[in-house]
Antibody, heavy 123, light 108 residues
Framework: EVQLVESGGGLIQPGGSLRLSCTAS????????MNWVRQAPGKGLEWVSI???????YYADSVRGRFTISRDSSKNTLYLHMNSLRAEDTAVYYC?????????????????WGKGTTVTVSS | DIQMTQSPSSLSASVGDRVTITCRAS??????LNWYQQKPGKAPNLLIY???SLQSGVPSRFSGSGSGTDFTLTISSLQPEDFATYYC??????????FGQGTKVEVK
Protein backbone atom coordinates (compact mmCIF):
# COMPACT_ATOMS: atom_id res chain seq x y z
CA GLU A 1 0.00 0.00 0.00
CA VAL A 2 1.25 3.46 -0.91
CA GLN A 3 1.47 5.48 2.28
CA LEU A 4 3.20 8.44 3.94
CA VAL A 5 3.58 8.80 7.70
CA GLU A 6 4.79 12.03 9.27
CA SER A 7 6.28 12.38 12.73
CA GLY A 8 8.32 14.78 14.83
CA GLY A 9 5.83 17.51 15.56
CA GLY A 10 5.32 19.00 18.98
CA LEU A 11 5.36 22.11 21.13
CA ILE A 12 8.46 24.24 20.69
CA GLN A 13 9.45 27.67 21.94
CA PRO A 14 9.98 30.58 19.54
CA GLY A 15 13.50 30.49 18.16
CA GLY A 16 13.74 26.74 18.62
CA SER A 17 14.41 23.95 16.15
CA LEU A 18 12.53 20.83 15.15
CA ARG A 19 12.98 18.05 12.61
CA LEU A 20 9.96 16.51 10.91
CA SER A 21 10.13 13.09 9.29
CA CYS A 22 8.00 11.56 6.56
CA THR A 23 8.46 7.84 5.93
CA ALA A 24 7.10 6.31 2.75
CA SER A 25 5.91 2.81 2.05
CA UNK A 26 4.91 1.34 -1.29
CA UNK A 27 7.14 3.66 -3.31
CA UNK A 28 10.64 5.15 -3.29
CA UNK A 29 11.07 8.66 -1.91
CA UNK A 30 14.25 9.37 -3.88
CA UNK A 31 12.59 8.49 -7.19
CA UNK A 32 9.77 10.96 -6.69
CA UNK A 33 9.13 14.65 -6.17
CA MET A 34 8.34 15.14 -2.50
CA ASN A 35 6.70 18.15 -0.88
CA TRP A 36 5.96 19.64 2.50
CA VAL A 37 2.68 21.56 2.74
CA ARG A 38 1.38 23.21 5.91
CA GLN A 39 -1.93 24.45 7.21
CA ALA A 40 -2.19 26.95 10.05
CA PRO A 41 -5.17 26.54 12.40
CA GLY A 42 -8.35 27.51 10.59
CA LYS A 43 -6.43 28.58 7.48
CA GLY A 44 -5.80 27.29 3.99
CA LEU A 45 -3.01 25.22 2.50
CA GLU A 46 0.47 26.68 2.07
CA TRP A 47 3.18 24.96 0.05
CA VAL A 48 6.47 24.95 2.02
CA SER A 49 9.20 23.04 0.18
CA ILE A 50 9.95 20.45 -2.49
CA UNK A 51 12.75 17.93 -3.06
CA UNK A 52 12.94 16.88 -6.71
CA UNK A 53 14.11 13.41 -7.60
CA UNK A 54 17.14 14.91 -9.35
CA UNK A 55 18.19 16.66 -6.15
CA UNK A 56 16.96 20.23 -6.66
CA UNK A 57 15.16 21.85 -3.73
CA TYR A 58 12.92 24.90 -3.46
CA TYR A 59 11.37 26.80 -0.57
CA ALA A 60 8.52 29.21 0.01
CA ASP A 61 9.68 32.76 0.73
CA SER A 62 8.22 32.48 4.24
CA VAL A 63 10.64 29.70 5.26
CA ARG A 64 13.67 30.16 3.01
CA GLY A 65 16.85 30.40 5.06
CA ARG A 66 15.21 28.84 8.12
CA PHE A 67 13.95 25.46 6.86
CA THR A 68 15.93 22.75 5.06
CA ILE A 69 14.46 19.78 3.23
CA SER A 70 16.45 16.57 2.97
CA ARG A 71 16.00 12.86 2.35
CA ASP A 72 17.58 9.58 3.41
CA SER A 73 17.30 6.93 0.73
CA SER A 74 18.34 4.12 3.09
CA LYS A 75 15.37 4.94 5.31
CA ASN A 76 13.03 5.95 2.47
CA THR A 77 12.34 9.09 4.48
CA LEU A 78 11.92 12.79 3.78
CA TYR A 79 12.82 15.38 6.40
CA LEU A 80 12.10 19.01 7.15
CA HIS A 81 14.63 20.69 9.41
CA MET A 82 13.07 23.80 10.92
CA ASN A 83 15.18 26.46 12.65
CA SER A 84 14.41 29.89 14.14
CA LEU A 85 10.79 28.89 14.55
CA ARG A 86 8.16 31.60 14.85
CA ALA A 87 4.60 31.65 16.12
CA GLU A 88 3.41 31.91 12.51
CA ASP A 89 5.01 28.53 11.75
CA THR A 90 2.36 26.88 13.92
CA ALA A 91 0.52 24.49 11.64
CA VAL A 92 -0.19 20.94 10.64
CA TYR A 93 2.62 19.86 8.35
CA TYR A 94 1.83 17.38 5.59
CA CYS A 95 4.22 15.61 3.29
CA UNK A 96 2.91 14.83 -0.16
CA UNK A 97 4.17 12.98 -3.19
CA UNK A 98 4.00 14.89 -6.43
CA UNK A 99 3.25 12.84 -9.52
CA UNK A 100 3.57 13.73 -13.17
CA UNK A 101 1.19 13.24 -16.08
CA UNK A 102 0.76 14.28 -19.71
CA UNK A 103 2.59 13.37 -22.92
CA UNK A 104 5.52 15.58 -21.97
CA UNK A 105 5.24 15.13 -18.21
CA UNK A 106 3.98 18.68 -17.96
CA UNK A 107 1.26 18.22 -15.36
CA UNK A 108 2.13 17.95 -11.67
CA UNK A 109 -0.19 17.11 -8.82
CA UNK A 110 0.02 15.89 -5.23
CA UNK A 111 -1.61 12.49 -5.24
CA UNK A 112 -0.41 10.89 -2.00
CA TRP A 113 -0.57 12.72 1.32
CA GLY A 114 0.30 11.80 4.87
CA LYS A 115 -2.05 12.45 7.79
CA GLY A 116 0.10 15.33 9.00
CA THR A 117 2.04 16.22 12.14
CA THR A 118 1.26 19.24 14.31
CA VAL A 119 3.85 21.89 15.14
CA THR A 120 3.00 24.46 17.79
CA VAL A 121 5.40 27.34 18.35
CA SER A 122 4.62 29.03 21.64
CA SER A 123 6.27 30.12 24.86
CA ASP B 1 4.01 35.14 -8.22
CA ILE B 2 0.73 33.82 -9.57
CA GLN B 3 -2.20 34.39 -7.23
CA MET B 4 -5.20 32.08 -7.13
CA THR B 5 -8.58 33.46 -6.06
CA GLN B 6 -11.54 31.21 -5.36
CA SER B 7 -15.18 32.20 -5.17
CA PRO B 8 -17.25 31.97 -3.20
CA SER B 9 -15.35 31.52 0.07
CA SER B 10 -18.26 29.46 1.33
CA LEU B 11 -21.61 28.27 0.13
CA SER B 12 -24.62 26.47 1.53
CA ALA B 13 -26.20 23.68 -0.46
CA SER B 14 -28.48 20.69 -0.11
CA VAL B 15 -27.98 17.07 -1.06
CA GLY B 16 -28.74 16.70 -4.74
CA ASP B 17 -27.83 20.28 -5.63
CA ARG B 18 -25.51 21.17 -8.47
CA VAL B 19 -22.55 23.07 -7.00
CA THR B 20 -20.06 25.24 -8.88
CA ILE B 21 -16.84 26.69 -7.48
CA THR B 22 -14.70 29.14 -9.40
CA CYS B 23 -10.94 29.67 -9.34
CA ARG B 24 -9.24 32.57 -11.07
CA ALA B 25 -5.50 32.90 -11.72
CA SER B 26 -3.75 36.28 -11.77
CA UNK B 27 -2.19 35.36 -15.13
CA UNK B 28 -2.71 32.65 -17.71
CA UNK B 29 -1.78 29.19 -16.52
CA UNK B 30 -3.09 27.29 -19.57
CA UNK B 31 -4.70 24.24 -17.99
CA UNK B 32 -2.14 23.67 -15.24
CA LEU B 33 -4.73 23.56 -12.49
CA ASN B 34 -5.53 21.02 -9.79
CA TRP B 35 -8.48 20.67 -7.42
CA TYR B 36 -8.37 19.10 -3.96
CA GLN B 37 -11.01 18.23 -1.39
CA GLN B 38 -10.29 18.42 2.33
CA LYS B 39 -12.50 17.22 5.15
CA PRO B 40 -12.04 18.46 8.74
CA GLY B 41 -9.02 16.91 10.41
CA LYS B 42 -7.99 15.07 7.27
CA ALA B 43 -5.35 15.52 4.61
CA PRO B 44 -6.33 16.97 1.23
CA ASN B 45 -7.40 14.55 -1.48
CA LEU B 46 -6.73 15.11 -5.18
CA LEU B 47 -9.89 15.32 -7.28
CA ILE B 48 -8.92 16.85 -10.62
CA TYR B 49 -5.61 17.55 -12.38
CA UNK B 50 -4.84 19.30 -15.66
CA UNK B 51 -8.03 21.31 -15.12
CA UNK B 52 -10.38 18.54 -16.25
CA SER B 53 -8.78 15.12 -15.72
CA LEU B 54 -10.50 13.09 -13.04
CA GLN B 55 -8.14 11.38 -10.61
CA SER B 56 -8.55 7.62 -10.39
CA GLY B 57 -11.19 6.61 -7.86
CA VAL B 58 -12.92 10.00 -7.74
CA PRO B 59 -16.68 9.85 -8.43
CA SER B 60 -17.80 11.06 -11.84
CA ARG B 61 -20.12 13.67 -10.29
CA PHE B 62 -16.98 15.80 -9.93
CA SER B 63 -15.81 17.62 -13.04
CA GLY B 64 -13.45 20.44 -13.86
CA SER B 65 -13.25 22.88 -16.73
CA GLY B 66 -11.47 26.00 -17.85
CA SER B 67 -8.25 27.24 -19.32
CA GLY B 68 -6.18 30.38 -19.18
CA THR B 69 -7.24 32.26 -16.06
CA ASP B 70 -10.75 31.00 -15.24
CA PHE B 71 -11.57 27.54 -13.95
CA THR B 72 -14.57 25.76 -12.51
CA LEU B 73 -15.12 22.74 -10.28
CA THR B 74 -18.62 21.32 -10.56
CA ILE B 75 -20.35 18.73 -8.40
CA SER B 76 -23.31 17.57 -10.44
CA SER B 77 -25.37 16.19 -7.56
CA LEU B 78 -24.07 16.95 -4.09
CA GLN B 79 -23.78 13.93 -1.81
CA PRO B 80 -23.54 13.93 2.01
CA GLU B 81 -19.85 13.01 1.86
CA ASP B 82 -19.10 16.04 -0.35
CA PHE B 83 -19.51 18.61 2.41
CA ALA B 84 -15.92 19.74 2.71
CA THR B 85 -13.49 22.50 1.74
CA TYR B 86 -12.21 22.63 -1.82
CA TYR B 87 -8.90 24.13 -2.96
CA CYS B 88 -7.52 24.91 -6.38
CA UNK B 89 -3.77 24.96 -6.99
CA UNK B 90 -1.83 25.97 -10.07
CA UNK B 91 1.06 23.83 -11.31
CA UNK B 92 2.43 26.31 -13.84
CA UNK B 93 6.19 26.22 -13.73
CA UNK B 94 8.54 25.27 -10.94
CA UNK B 95 8.22 24.98 -7.96
CA UNK B 96 4.69 23.87 -6.98
CA UNK B 97 2.18 26.64 -7.21
CA UNK B 98 0.08 28.46 -4.67
CA PHE B 99 -3.29 27.23 -3.51
CA GLY B 100 -6.48 29.21 -3.58
CA GLN B 101 -7.89 30.28 -0.22
CA GLY B 102 -10.48 27.50 -0.24
CA THR B 103 -14.24 27.20 -0.64
CA LYS B 104 -16.20 25.61 2.18
CA VAL B 105 -19.33 23.72 1.12
CA GLU B 106 -21.78 23.59 4.00
CA VAL B 107 -25.16 22.05 4.64
CA LYS B 108 -28.06 24.36 3.84
Amino acid sequence: EVQLVESGGGLIQPGGSLRLSCTASGFTVSANYMNWVRQAPGKGLEWVSIFYSGGATYYADSVRGRFTISRDSSKNTLYLHMNSLRAEDTAVYYCARESVAGPDGEYYYMDVWGKGTTVTVSS
Amino acid sequence: DIQMTQSPSSLSASVGDRVTITCRASQSINNYLNWYQQKPGKAPNLLIYAASSLQSGVPSRFSGSGSGTDFTLTISSLQPEDFATYYCQHCYGTPPGTFGQGTKVEVK
